[in-house]
């Protein structure tokens, strides 16, 4: 018995030191958390000087190319801000490029600069993605659209299935709850009856140009904005339709500059 002592002692002293260097808990990941609700105007704007004087209440921007500065005065304007962040693809102009192992970067996603990530690589992705995600979090923002969540629909490099996307979406979700981010899906709408429960809003690019936008509607029906551009249609082709679905919906050019038409 007197041999376990020490030994006990020294568990009891491990454990003491784990509990105490874990991060807390955000006090808003919970019941603090913003939730957009459907209809709300927004701009998308990932290039160029940005612009804070667009009167809408929900900006998206660049999570790594704007500092909490940034941030604090699109909220002094009223506005909640949207952490853009790519968690799918790696891109080699970003900060933390080098922390990647090559092991993990698969095909180009057809953007410069960009390879497909090997999502069922958890144990490498995870802390690479709560370091962005803290990012985020210590900026200000009150949300992040992860980008590039739908690999497995694509010629990545890697076999991913579909059960790996669902794993690892929710994973990014989870993260970013647990830092008091509401989260965003972007695309991936094969997966929507799956992830609802898992994502505050929803991210969409062109629905309307492959007649998809009434898979977007689940979001809609739980209370949740579904935040949607087009890029090769006119606002007076989609607007009628977006409406109609109670969709947040504007036309941008594929730059993602400041130029943006409302439906």
């Known amino acids: 018995m007197r041999r376990l002592l020490p030994l006990l002692a020294g568990l009891l002293l491990l454990l003491a030191t784990a509990c105490t260097t874990a991060p807390a808990p955000d006090p808003k990941a919970a019941e603090e958390r913003w939730r957009p609700k459907p209809g709300l105007a927004w701009q998308w704007q ?21 500092p909490a500065s940034a941030v604090e005065d699109l909220h002094r304007r009223g506005r909640k801000v949207i ?13 933390d490029a080098a922390a990647f192992p090559k092991s993990v970067l698969g095909k180009g996603n057809g953007w ?22 803290d990012m985020c979090r210590e ?7 992860p980008d590039n969540m ?9 076999p991913l299935t579909a ?14 709850h647990e830092r008091g981010l509401s989260v965003g899906l972007k695309n991936d709408l094969d997966q929507i009856p799956q992830l609802l429960p898992d994502f505050d809003f929803a991210v969409n690019e062109q629905c309307a140009q492959y007649d998809e936008c009434g898979r977007l509607v689940p979001f809609v ?23 109609e679905l109670g969709l947040s919906s504007m036309q941008k050019r594929y730059e993602l500059g400041v130029w943006r038409r409302a439906c």
């Open 46 to 66: 990932l290039s160029g000087r940005l612009d804070p004087t667009v009167d809408v209440p929900v900006y998206d921007i660049d999570g790594f190319e704007h």
């Open 83 to 95: 952490c853009y962040l790519s968690t799918g693809a790696w891109e080699d102009f970003r900060p």
């Open 112 to 133: 410069k600069g960009e390879r497909w990530l090997d999502i069922r690589r958890v144990d490498v992705l995870t802390p690479l993605m709560t370091k962005r995600l």
């Open 139 to 145: 900026k200000g923002f009150d949300a992040v659209e």
């Open 150 to 158: 739908d690999g497995y629909r694509n010629s990545t490099g890697f």
């Open 163 to 176: 059960a790996d996307q669902l794993r690892y979406n929710r994973l990014i979700a989870r993260l970013a």
């Open 221 to 243: 029906t739980a209370g949740k904005a579904v935040f949607h551009v087009e890029y090769e249609l006119e606002a007076r082709e989609f607007c009628p339709q977006a409406r």
